[in-house]
């Protein structure tokens, strides 16, 4: 079998290996790249000429070269520029490459841009029309000024709310009567449904036929890879939410293929991500210490609030959808009004002094999870501001928690390759799931009904929930899978990942 250079696509004379790809290259070719770029050719990662490793060949017979005579100077000086011409080759293909990616993101930008524009030039007009319109009433009317925060801003500068650190305002009254208003509706409509499935959903047996059917690389830098946050629109599913390690959010419409909006702002990268349920609001957080308030329809942040120390580990929604709860590394938790971007209370990590490193709402919203870095789950109630219970077990960093639908399971992973799901009503773990040794799970969702769960880390996986059998395994993401979420009545799965995709799944 014939080996051939892979920069060149000859024979080589002196064939070499590399151990860093596993390519074959001429000896004195790949050297010559090596002292010009010091790294291996096919996959661009660090390599020297000591690493090379020779392949021993049949030798070749070859002709014996005339001497006394120019012929052999003017061969040497013909080899020399076919190297040069064939490494110069190779190079243009790489830049050429590299030059598709980024012409294919500026394209999406770009298309993104000009729909940001057109909204926003038809909300100018009729800016200016409701404007003459109240021109003629406001004439000799006199606007009191009003103390307090701003809730919301039209222009593209965000309120910062840096008199949220440290300052309270205490749970007052009329937000815990709303808080309890919701628990008992929200609680009552439960019970309403009883255990009948809702119809529509997809039964586990389309679950198992699941492939993947949409693959989308193009929405965050190439230049910073990595999706570290994923989320959906409840209400309309076809809008999905990502959160890159290019600090951006990317909003991108499943059913054009098109990416919306993209969202600039976080000095880091981030690593939270959620999309209201009933209105065009996203929410996200990130190592900069900051949660950020983001407008879709004017593509613009609209509040930043600084309510903790360190890095943001986990963001939730309370069911009012006024309310957003976080966890830190600074080892507290908080709670903010996202109309007013205002701190209502902050509480310590009470027993320990480890960080917490994510938190979710219970569907009822008056008691919530947060996981910790020293391997224990906490239940708090959140009108008493308390720890109402523990959950220990797993060893290492909690790395997700998901409440079902149906109020009574918890489903919890850790860095032990171990899922365990936790009986609220008992108060006890009745079940755990063991995954492959140094299995990572990086996310964990129920569906909307809490018939399934979904895991994502080492691969994207989904369970039937009561059984707790293992319905479907997905491998196509090429590295860790970050975030994983349900389409509505599970239509169809979304995964995101560190290899840049966000990826589809359906029947």
Same mark, same amino acid.
């Given at each position: 079998?014939?080996?051939?250079?892979?920069?060149?696509?000859?024979?080589?004379?002196?064939?070499?290996?590399s151990?860093?790809?596993?390519?074959?290259?001429?000896?004195?070719?790949?050297?010559?790249?090596?002292?010009?770029?010091?790294?291996?050719?096919?996959?661009?990662?660090?390599?020297t000429?000591e690493?090379?490793?020779?392949?021993?060949?049949?030798?070749?017979?070859?002709?014996?070269?005339?001497?006394?005579?120019?012929?052999?100077?003017?061969?040497?000086?013909?080899?020399?520029?076919?190297?040069?011409?064939?490494?110069?080759?190779?190079?243009?293909?790489?830049?050429?490459?590299?030059?598709?990616?980024?012409?294919?993101?500026?394209?999406?930008?770009?298309?993104?841009a000009?729909?940001v524009?057109?909204?926003?030039?038809?909300?100018?007009?009729?800016?200016?029309?409701?404007?003459?319109?109240?021109k003629?009433? %406001?004439?000799?009317?006199?606007?009191?000024?009003?103390?307090?925060?701003?809730?919301?801003?039209?222009?593209?500068?965000?309120?910062?709310?840096?008199?949220?650190?440290?300052?309270?305002?205490?749970?007052?009254?009329?937000?815990?009567?709303k808080?309890?208003?919701?628990?008992?509706?929200?609680?009552?409509?439960?019970?309403?449904?009883?255990?009948?499935?809702?119809?529509?959903?997809?039964?586990?047996?389309?679950?198992?036929?699941?492939?993947?059917?949409? =693959?989308?690389?193009?929405?965050?830098?190439?230049?910073?890879?990595?999706?570290?946050?994923?989320?959906?629109?409840?209400?309309?599913?076809?809008?999905?939410?990502?959160?890159?390690?290019?600090?951006?959010?990317?909003?991108?419409?499943?059913?054009?293929?098109?990416?919306?909006?993209?969202?600039?702002?976080?000095?880091?990268?981030?690593?939270?991500?959620?999309y209201?349920?009933?209105?065009?609001?996203?929410?996200?957080?990130?190592?900069?210490?900051?949660?950020?308030?983001? =407008?879709?329809?004017? %593509?613009?942040?609209?509040?930043?609030?600084?309510?903790?120390?360190?890095?943001?580990?986990?963001?939730?929604?309370?069911?009012?959808?006024?309310?957003?709860?976080?966890?830190?590394?600074?080892?507290?938790?908080?709670?903010?009004?996202?109309?007013?971007?205002?701190?209502?209370?902050?509480?310590?990590?009470?027993?320990?002094?480890?960080?917490?490193?994510?938190?979710?709402?219970?569907?009822?919203?008056?008691?919530?999870?947060?996981?910790? =870095?020293?391997?224990?789950?906490?239940?708090?109630?959140?009108?008493?501001?308390?720890?109402?219970?523990?959950?220990?077990?797993? =060893?290492?960093?909690?790395?997700?928690?998901?409440?079902?639908?149906?109020?009574?399971?918890?489903?919890t992973?850790?860095?032990?390759?171990?899922?365990?799901?936790?009986?609220?009503?008992?108060?006890?773990?009745?079940?755990?799931?063991?995954?492959?040794?140094?299995?990572?799970?990086?996310s964990l969702?129920?569906?909307?009904s809490?018939?399934?769960?979904?895991?994502?880390?080492?691969?994207?996986?989904?369970?039937?929930?009561?059984?707790?059998?293992?319905?479907?395994?997905?491998?196509?993401?090429?590295?860790?899978?970050?975030?994983?979420?349900?389409?509505?009545?599970?239509?169809?799965?979304?995964?995101?990942?560190?290899?840049?995709?966000?990826?589809?799944?359906?029947?």
């Amino acid at each position: 079998m014939a080996l051939f250079c892979f920069i060149s696509n000859e024979i080589p004379e002196k064939p070499c290996v590399s151990p860093v790809s596993n390519q074959v290259y001429e000896r004195r070719l790949i050297e010559k790249y090596l002292s010009a770029n010091g790294t291996d050719p096919c996959n661009g990662d660090p390599l020297t000429a000591e690493q090379l490793i020779d392949i021993k060949v049949n030798a070749q017979v070859k002709p014996k070269p005339p001497s006394a005579t120019s012929i052999p100077a003017i061969l040497k000086s013909l080899q020399d520029e076919w190297d040069a011409v064939m490494l110069h080759s190779f190079t243009l293909r790489q830049q050429l490459q590299t030059a598709r990616q980024e012409l294919s993101h500026a394209l999406y930008q770009h298309d993104a841009a000009c729909r940001v524009i057109a909204r926003l030039t038809k909300e100018v007009t009729a800016a200016r029309e409701a404007l003459a319109t109240l021109k003629p009433q %406001a004439a000799g009317i006199q606007v009191p000024l009003q103390a307090g925060p701003v809730a919301m801003v039209t222009g593209p500068e965000p309120v910062d709310m840096q008199q949220a650190v440290g300052v309270e305002l205490g749970m007052m009254d009329d937000v815990l009567q709303k808080l309890q208003d919701k628990a008992a509706l929200l609680t009552a409509q439960r019970k309403q449904r009883g255990k009948k499935i809702p119809d529509g959903l997809v039964l586990s047996d389309d679950i198992k036929s699941f492939k993947q059917t949409g =693959s989308q690389s193009g929405l965050h830098s190439a230049s910073v890879p990595g999706i570290l946050a994923l989320d959906i629109c409840p209400n309309d599913t076809s809008k999905i939410l990502t959160g890159g390690a290019d600090k951006n959010l990317v909003i991108f419409n499943k059913d054009t293929e098109q990416i919306v909006v993209t969202l600039k702002g976080h000095t880091k990268r981030v690593t939270q991500a959620i999309y209201h349920p009933d209105e065009e609001l996203v929410f996200s957080a990130s190592p900069d210490s900051t949660i950020r308030v983001w =407008s879709v329809a004017r %593509a613009t942040c609209t509040q930043v609030m600084k309510v903790h120390d360190a890095p943001v580990t986990g963001i939730s929604l309370h069911p009012t959808g006024d309310y957003l709860l976080s966890s830190s590394e600074d080892q507290h938790w908080a709670f903010c009004d996202i109309r007013t971007g205002q701190l209502l209370t902050k509480v310590p990590n009470s027993t320990t002094d480890n960080a917490l490193t994510c938190a979710q709402f219970h569907p009822d919203g008056l008691i919530f999870g947060t996981g910790t =870095s020293d391997s224990v789950i906490k239940i708090w109630d959140l009108k008493e501001r308390t720890n109402v219970a523990n959950f220990p077990g797993h =060893s290492g960093p909690i790395t997700s928690i998901s409440f079902s639908e149906n109020g009574y399971y918890l489903a919890t992973a850790a860095d032990d390759a171990i899922i365990k799901l936790w009986d609220l009503r008992k108060l006890k773990n009745f079940k755990n799931i063991s995954l492959d040794d140094r299995y990572e799970v990086k996310s964990l969702c129920f569906d909307q009904s809490g018939t399934y769960l979904a895991v994502a880390g080492t691969d994207v996986r989904v369970y039937l929930c009561k059984q707790w059998l293992d319905l479907a395994v997905f491998n196509d993401h090429s590295g860790i899978s970050t975030g994983v979420r349900f389409g509505n009545n599970a239509s169809f799965i979304a995964s995101a990942g560190i290899d840049r995709t966000l990826k589809f799944y359906s029947v």
